[in-house]
Structures are given as C-alpha cells and as structure tokens.
C-alpha cells in the first residue's frame, strides 16, 4: 500500500485509472464536485472504488465542512451552516451550541455513509485571530481556544455517531496565517509563547483518529520549511507537543504554498513524518511520479490508519436525517432570539 490519498478525474473510474489504481495501492481516495452528480452515481462510485480494492474499509474522504466548503450541495444534498455560527450561539448558550453543533456533524456523518464515503475533513481547530486571512474566517469555530475545543470535539463525536471518520485540521494552527496558502506560503513569526494558545485546541483533541498538517511556515519552530515538510514541527510539536498519535496526512500538495514537483512534494512530506500524502487533483502523470517516488507504507502509518478506521461503528439504529436538522435548526434559532 503507497502512503497516499489520490483524487478522481471525474464521476466514474477511467480505465487508466482503474487500472493504475490497482497497481499502485493507494491508502484512500478524496472525492470534489467534478466526482458528483446525485445519490445513485456517488453510491456506486464508492462501491466501485471498495470493489477494486477488497477493502471494506477503505478510506474514502471528502471536504464537508459546511458553508462555502461543500463538495456535496442542494438540492440533492441539505445545506449545512459554516463553523462561525456555532460560534455565534455558544456567545448565548453553550450547551445548546455544542449539542447543535454535534447535531449537524452527526447529520452530515448520515449523508455521508448514506454513499459509501467513510472520512470527512472536519473539524478546522483553527484559532481565528483578528487579521488573518479570511481563507479561514467563517470556517473556524472561534478565536477563544477551549471554546474551538469544545465545538471541535462535538464535531468529532457527531460524525462519529453517524458513522464517519473525523478530520482535525490544519495541524499545527492556521489561524495566524496572513495569506491563503491554496495561493502562496503564509509565515507565521509569532513566537513559541503566542503560539502556546493555537496548540490548545489541539491539545485537547489529541486523541482524534486523524489530522490534517497546515502549508504554514512557523518561524518560531522552523523558519525554513511549512509544517507539512518539516520534521521539526512534525515530531517535536505535532507528535511531541501536542501529542497526537492519529493517522497523520498533509495538505493537499497542489496548494500553491508548496513549491515543486508533485512527486517530490509526496515524497517530502513522508520522510518528513506524515502518514500519507494528500494529491487532490486526479492528474495522472502526477499520480504516476507519485507512486514511483513514495515508498511502501510503513507499519506504524499501517497501524494508524487502521485504528482511525475502526474507531467508529457504522450500521445500527440512527435518527433520521430530518430528526437532526430540525433539532439543530431550533438551538441555532437563538442566534437570532
């Protein structure tokens, strides 16, 4: 198995790529718009996908977080509030806002597994912080870090409950950056105390199944590379610090933060210390250059990812999909009570 997550062309599986696919053994797949068209057509791309592969547990991933990052959209799909909302209620009832808040992950978890897709990349446990890019903004749950803690582990245990695979990101904190890395490489020079409150977040949540590296330069721990390709910031402050010990993937390499080739970029940001590789795009000479360059996936990835993949319990009773939405609905009201 290659330590890697590769992207589709389109809404079925070429034969190249079929055939590429088996060769190469990837770890997982993540799903954008262009892979989207209704219920019927993503069911069955995803069972296709577990067909070719023989594994039931196959980590299929997409980005769902709400607001204006939804791979999956009305009319097929419900329309989903961004994080700041939840931020907005926790200002009147905190309790209301994390049970709204695991209210809508778990409603999403359902939409999810409904079509076969097992990871969502949610929660962001990113700080806000007054300047930065609006590339976070609205996305975020806050700028105060045990509230973003709190909100984020309801998150996760939402989409737990729903059957589906959370994603804390972008680890080490990507509330500082100036910049939006999809463009160019935000450096963050706070220094090591300042940053002490982005870890917070964390911290707390370091026990999630998986995590999501930042593009970020963090002059205070390493004023040479971003985080996803630096082995200082992996091990000393992801893995150190923080503690965590989840299946650990980058940012998608395409980002223009990053500079060079696709295939060196895959192949860095695992020597550097991450589990897997994230290749957004579905470009087929990358995806070659990718498999050639990277390595086998080593045990303790191995182990990782199969840990994150057992860590919730799909089938069972479940709510129904409009039980959650009107109950989430009514705690989110009192935003505007």
Not at 90 to 96: L, T
Not at 107 to 122: K, M, P, R, S, W
Not at 152 to 177: F, N, Q, S, Y
């Amino acid at each position: 198995m290659k330590p890697v997550i590769f992207g589709l062309s389109g809404a079925t599986l070429t034969p190249d790529e079929r055939a590429f696919f088996v060769d190469a053994q990837p770890a997982g797949y993540i799903l954008f718009r262009r892979n989207i068209v209704d219920r019927a057509q993503l069911h069955a791309l995803t069972d296709d996908l577990r067909a070719l592969h023989g594994r039931d547990d196959l980590l299929i991933m997409i980005d769902q977080e709400g607001g204006r990052v939804a791979r999956m959209q009305a009319p097929v799909w419900p329309t989903f509030p961004a994080g700041a909302l939840f931020d907005r209620l926790y200002d009147v009832a905190p309790s209301s806002a994390i049970a709204a808040a695991r209210a809508n992950a778990r409603a999403i978890a359902l939409t999810l597994a409904e079509v076969g897709i097992t990871v969502d990349a949610l929660p962001l446990l990113d700080v806000r912080q007054e300047g930065a890019s609006d590339i976070m903004g609205d996305r975020t749950l806050g700028a105060e870090p045990m509230r973003v803690a709190a909100l984020g582990r309801a998150t996760l245990e939402g989409l737990a409950d729903g059957g589906v695979v959370g994603i804390v990101k972008h680890m080490p904190g990507h509330g500082r950056a100036l910049v939006d890395s999809h463009l160019e490489l935000p450096v963050v020079r706070a220094d090591a105390d300042a940053l002490a409150s982005d870890l917070q977040p964390f911290e707390r949540l370091r026990d999630a199944p998986m995590g999501m590296t930042a593009h970020v330069v963090y002059t205070a721990w390493d004023a040479e590379r971003p985080a996803s390709l630096s082995p200082t910031v992996i091990e000393e402050i992801i893995r150190g610090r923080i503690g965590f010990d989840g299946l650990l993937m980058s940012d998608d390499l395409d980002m223009k933060a990053l500079q060079g080739s696709i295939p060196d970029l895959a192949a860095g940001v695992v020597a550097a210390g991450c589990d897997l590789a994230l290749n957004c795009w579905g470009r087929m000479h990358d995806m070659v250059g990718i498999a050639e360059k990277l390595p086998e996936m080593g045990d303790a990835g191995r182990a990782r990812l199969d840990r994150a993949m057992a860590s919730v319990v799909r089938g069972g009773d479940q709510p129904e999909l409009g039980e959650l939405l009107t109950m989430r609905d009514s705690l989110l009201g009192l935003v505007a009570a």
